[in-house]
């Protein structure tokens, strides 16, 4: 579905264009033509190839979709994919795909299984026309720093989830088999934030360092701003998941505490149980010759023997904190 056609130039807006008016757009000095789709249409992807002269390597890679991030360069124009992260209301990580074609004189980006667009990027380079003469160089910038940022969202809300979690953890609420799938649930999300940030950081790099594209060649302190960015998010991925690692290992050592602590109780009252067990057992073998068993007092003092030494059993497990 089209979502914006328009031609630029010297770093103003000329006009919203319909799709057979690209053509004869393209070649005006100075000018661009930046267009945005969402969930095309294959007949609309040809119509693109067919309107930008598109690589039809790139363009299989677009329509067949869930692509690994990358930036790759056929001839003159660049091709980027990026994913885009949104939580909902859950804190369920939906990840959705852009797809941008970059040349001198146009910009398409195709946004496929996401509902957060670009309008916003739009509005602000046609806020900036200082920037926006530097023409699609600029909107390629503006558009993977819209992605980029997003993905801060994410971290910050991930990040978040691990406090509640190890919160619930030394407050020993909720049971120990949710606190463990809750814990891997979240290193499942980090891993597809992961996924989303390392390869993209790896090939920004080659925007703003080394032999750059000419069409971002005036533009490589942007780039590298980006690059900053996602760097700082890969960082806090990292860090995210350390200490995901140290909350699953303390859980554990909780449990096996709380396991010991069992165990430790049960052995104190199996001694309690046990000596006057062995008392009576002792008096229960029925010899005949045996102190004791004529005696008045035998019975009481056997009871008090056993009370006596419970008793101290007792208040020794006490002070060990077994009981």
């Given amino acids: 579905m089209l979502i914006n056609c328009a031609a630029y130039h010297d770093g103003c807006k000329l006009a919203d264009l ?19 789709l969402r969930d095309p249409e294959p007949a609309e992807i040809d119509r693109m190839q067919e309107a930008f002269g598109l690589h039809e390597l790139a363009v299989e890679d677009a329509r067949h979709g869930h692509q690994r991030p ?19 209301a859950q804190g369920e990580i939906n990840v959705g795909e ?52 997003r993905y801060f969202d994410v971290v910050h809300r991930l ?50 360092g080394g032999r ?8 490589r302190e942007y780039y590298r701003d980006v690059y900053d960015h996602l760097e700082r998010i890969v960082k806090s991925v990292e860090s995210v998941r350390d200490m995901l690692a140290t909350a699953i290992q303390v859980n554990l050592a909780l449990i096996s505490l ?8 049960l052995a104190a009252y199996a001694a309690l149980f046990a000596v006057p067990t ?17 005696a008045v007092a035998g019975y009481p003092l056997a009871l008090a023997t056993m009370l006596g030494l419970d008793l101290v059993l007792w208040w020794r497990f006490k002070r060990a904190g077994w009981l």
């Avoid at 088999?177 to 080659?206: F, G, Q, W």
């Avoid at 750059?212 to 533009?219: D, G, K, L, T, Y």
């Fill in 258 to 265: 709380d396991e010991s602590a069992v165990s430790k109780k």
């Fill in 70 to 88: 990358k930036i790759e360069e056929y001839g003159q124009t660049l091709f980027c994919v990026l994913h885009m992260l949104e939580m909902d």
């Fill in 159 to 208: 990040e978040g989830e691990l406090e509640t979690i190890e919160e619930r953890l030394f407050a020993h609420a909720g049971s120990a088999r949710a606190n463990i799938e809750d814990l891997y649930d979240l290193k499942r999300k980090l891993v597809t934030v992961s996924h989303a940030a390392v390869p993209l950081l790896e090939a920004i790099a080659h925007l703003h």
């Fill in 278 to 294: 062995m008392i009576a057992g002792v008096y229960g073998m029925n010899f005949e010759h045996m102190p004791e068993l004529k």
């Fill in 98 to 149: 852009v797809d941008i074609f970059v040349g001198a004189n146009f910009v398409l980006s195709m946004r496929s299984h996401s509902n957060s667009g670009f309008l916003n990027v739009r509005e602000r380079c046609e806020r900036e026309p200082q920037l926006l003469r530097h023409g699609s160089g600029f909107v390629f910038y503006a558009l993977m720093d819209a992605v980029v940022d």
């Fill in 18 to 36: 319909p799709i057979e008016a690209i053509s004869e757009n393209l070649h005006q000095p100075g000018s661009f033509v930046w267009v945005a």
């Fill in 212 to 219: 750059v594209p000419a069409i971002c060649a005036n533009m």
